[in-house]
T-cell receptor, first 110, second 114 residues
């Protein structure tokens, strides 16, 4: 079973920030939080990951709470091409197994 | 360009027939994976291989078989024992290490049973 809980769907306006929450209350100290997204009928795409500290790259920012029980993926300026299913995954080692739940379906509106 | 290729994009299988899905990577990754995705669902792990000539069953290996004779290739055979093979199949690769490596996915193969 997936170790994370995400809302089924969300929407945001193009150009605005999209904030996608994820609960992972049973995360252990050596587990990372990963985010992937899947655009319709394509393979998943890695976005970002983190352990404790907030992380930022060219695609997104990841905010992890101090107790590590939840996190938020931020797409700072959402575009129509960001419409996808976003998966939040916790894993000790991504080279072993990624457990994908149902994810959050993000719709970016024009 | 480096990446993962899967072929074919669409594959049709007749009842009782074995079919093989191709997955090739030129990323020099040691680990490769096969996932299955059903409509509206997340991905489920079928098989994975962390090194050439070695592989392990994932969560739903029944009715599938794999081989890993070369580092860059990890073909998946869907056998006639798999009673519900219609799904989207995704191959991935990664370079195992200290827990911070990520998996890179191919474009997928959609298998349909006639």
């Amino acid at each position: 079973d997936a170790k994370t809980t995400q809302p089924t769907s969300m929407d945001c306006a193009e150009g605005r920030a999209a904030n996608l929450p994820c609960n992972h209350s049973t995360i252990s100290g050596n587990e990372y939080v990963y985010w992937y997204r899947q655009i319709h009928s394509q393979g998943p795409q890695y976005i970002i990951h983190g352990l404790k500290n907030n992380e930022t790259n060219e695609m997104a920012s990841l905010i992890i709470t101090e107790d590590r029980k939840s996190s938020t993926l931020i797409l700072p300026h959402a575009t129509l091409r960001d419409t996808a299913v976003y998966y939040c995954i916790v894993s000790m080692d991504s080279s072993y197994k990624l457990i994908f739940g149902s994810g959050t379906r993000l719709l970016v509106r024009p | 360009d480096g990446g993962i290729t899967q072929s074919p994009k669409y594959l049709f299988r007749k009842e009782g027939q074995n079919v093989t899905l191709s997955c090739e990577q030129n990323l020099n990754h040691d680990a490769m994976y096969w996932y299955r995705q059903d409509p509206g669902q997340g991905l489920r792990l079928i098989y994975y291989s962390q090194i050439v000539n070695d592989f392990q069953k994932g969560d739903i290996a029944e009715g599938y078989s794999v081989s890993r004779e070369k580092k860059e290739s990890f073909p998946l055979t869907v056998t006639s024992a798999q009673k519900n093979p219609t799904a989207f199949y995704l191959c991935a690769s990664s370079m195992p290490g200290q827990g911070q490596e990520t998996q890179y996915f191919g474009p997928g193969t959609r298998l349909l049973v006639l």
